[in-house]
């Protein structure tokens, strides 16, 4: 049940990571696109202009009457105010003289002048959009219910003619509405996938996880059994050891050394030579090339022998060589913990005193304790 709800607030989270990051970069993605849509339309409408302006000049200077060229112009744009941009021209007196829509010739032209020279500004291309959206909210306000801008004026050389640019506001709005919904069906499909991708995805990862826990705390629980069984069967020794120890005691003192080691080691405290009942040893361990015997009241003593010769001469059942610098006495042995991969670590009692038994080692360890 609780996998259940965190696997659910995972989704509701990348759902709401999504919506947030998507709510932003949708408007901004909308914006770029509508500003590079209508600045490729102004672009076409400024050559188209030009070019009728162009025109229109070539044919004035090769004798052709003005009525004659505005009634060839007014022909050849007649009913073309339907796309997104076309063209009109009108005089300087601000009349139209050819327009797409015939029953706007003759009427004043209206336009925004401020419009228009912030549309020939350099960095206009950033903002074309907001201009125009702007201004179609201003004129939805409008009585006369002009629906089209002109965007671009082109005069027309040695003439009172002026050829401009509309661009159709409805239908740029038209576009942008077609262009959002269609980025809207995107970032749905695209989102609905990445949430479902990311979801199944967090509940594959999660799964593995889970059993690749399951299966640690298997380990560690059969490790902590083990673990605790060792300990167990150490005190179970270490009563045995006491007790073999207390009955020899009692057998008689002209039985040979060699069959159970020596009895005692001798050791050096500064010059006084001092042995050292092997009863009374708790651990050995060299530092600094120098072997240091340690008992369990806290004394310290200094043998002459290394490591290796000591270890020789002990009662195996009774000593075990922990590692190169490290030979620890079975009743020494406070407590066998586990440490790192496989390895163990022997507290020593009443001292403060760490020895580490190898992975390799460990194995050996414990048929010396007789498990």
Known sequence: MRKDKLYFLTFISISVIFLIIASLGVKYFIKVSANQLIEVQLESSKREANEIAKLISNQLVGGIEKNTVISN???????????????????????????????????????????????????????LYDLLMNRKKEKENDTIGIESEIVYISPVKDSDLI????????????????????????????????????????????????????????????????????????????????KDTNDEHSESESESESDFGKKRILTYLRNELIPISINKIAYIYTENTI?????????????????????????????????????????????????GNSQLKILVQDADVEILISKNKAAEFRQWLNI
Request: aromatic fraction near 10%.
């Open 73 to 127: 112009i007014q022909n050849t744009i007649e009913n073309t105010h339907s796309g997104a941009s076309f063209i009109c021209v009108f005089n300087w007196s601000g009349k139209e003289v050819c327009h797409p829509d015939i029953t706007k010739v003759g009427q004043k032209v209206n336009s925004n002048q401020l419009l228009l020279e912030s549309l020939s500004e350099e960095n206009s291309s950033d903002k």
């Open 163 to 242: 050829v401009a640019a509309h661009a159709n506001l409805n239908k740029i709005s038209a576009q942008t509405r077609k262009l959002k919904t269609s980025f809207y069906t995107i970032f749905a499909l695209m989102g609905g996938l990445i949430i479902l991708s990311s979801f199944f995805a967090v509940r594959i990862i999660g799964s593995y996880y889970e059993k690749q826990l399951e299966q640690k705390n298997i380990s560690l629980e059969s490790e902590l059994v083990n673990l605790s069984k060792l300990n167990t069967d150490l005190v179970a020794y270490q009563q045995k050891v006491v």
């Open 291 to 339: 072997t240091y015997v340690v008992c369990f009241d806290g004394k310290r003593t200094t043998s002459s022998n290394s490591l290796d010769d000591i270890y020789a001469s002990l009662d195996t059942s009774l000593f075990f060589r922990a590692n190169r610098q490290f030979i620890i006495s079975i009743t020494g042995i406070e407590k066998i913990i586990k440490y």
